[in-house]
């Protein structure tokens, strides 16, 4: 059973940065395609990043293009994302998310394994 561990959130200023880390643990975590994605206030879970198994391919949702970035480090079994010049709106629950095969997916239901998410707060 995969369990997924959140950790890094906190309350911050705009433009300032934070890293958030996941840790894996219960399966191979080089088998698994991983995620980000983020709730506001009162809206729906969105996508923010997806890596590949090997780390070698990355996508993000337009709004954090430029300014976050996903990695990982499969030796350490733990999930990344560097957020710089955090905005106001970039405030919510982060989660990370696992799923065990290889095509892309940003949908929320395509994932099966979920952490219980770190908070990000980003006053003006």
């Known amino acids: 059973q995969v369990q997924l561990v959140e950790s890094g959130g906190g309350l911050v200023q705009a433009g300032d940065s934070l890293r958030l880390s996941c840790v894996f643990s219960g399966r191979t975590f080089s088998n698994y395609q991983m995620a980000w994605f983020r709730q506001a206030p009162g809206k729906e879970r969105e996508f923010a990043a997806l890596?590949?198994?090997?780390?070698?391919?990355?996508y993000y949702v337009e709004s954090v293009k430029g300014r976050f970035t996903i990695s990982r480090d499969n030796a350490k079994n733990t999930l990344y994302l560097q957020m710089n010049t955090l905005k106001p709106e970039d405030t919510g629950v982060y989660y990370c998310a696992a799923r065990d095969v290889t095509t892309w997916s940003t949908a929320e239901s395509d994932y099966d394994n979920w952490g219980q998410g770190t908070q990000v707060t980003v006053s003006d």
């Open positions: 890596i590949s198994r090997t780390g070698v391919n990355t």
